[in-house]
Nanobody, 122 residues
Framework: QVALVESGGGLVQAGGSLRLSCAAS????????MGWYRQVPGKQRELVAR???????VYGDFVKGRFTVSRDTAKNTVYLQMNSLKPDDTAVYYC????????????????WGQGTQVTVSS
């Protein structure tokens, strides 16, 4: 019913910046919550940032003012601006959306992107 397409990952030196984008498409009535999670091999997936349709934002503790999440609700698109990147930020970053489908009476469900690799060298 829905696809989340991510872009913007890549290789960057420590202290550099990247901007990730994720656009959702398909049979979507609305997406109440969108955000980003990341995962390193051998570790649990962790929250990076999420934002509701009303603008409420939650960041992971490691962000410490370095990352900014934003969204264009009308376009079902979410962004993650990452500054002052550290080697510990190296991970696969996954886009997330809590989707309300167009079909009347359907429940909201979790949708995930394919992931984009972010590698920070030093």
């Amino acid at each position: 019913q829905v696809a989340l397409v991510e872009s913007g990952g890549g290789l960057v030196q420590a202290g550099g910046s990247l901007r990730l984008s994720c656009a959702a498409s398909g049979s979507i009535f609305s997406i109440n919550r969108m955000g980003w999670y990341r995962q390193v091999p051998g570790k649990q997936r962790e929250l990076v940032a999420r934002i509701s349709s009303g603008g409420s934002i939650v960041y992971g503790d490691f962000v410490k003012g370095r990352f900014t999440v934003s969204r264009d609700t009308a376009k079902n698109t979410v962004y993650l601006q990452m500054n002052s990147l550290k080697p510990d930020d190296t991970a696969v970053y996954y886009c997330y959306g809590l989707v309300r489908p167009l079909k009347f009476g359907s429940n909201e469900y979790d949708a995930w992107g394919q992931g984009t690799q972010v590698t920070v060298s030093s």
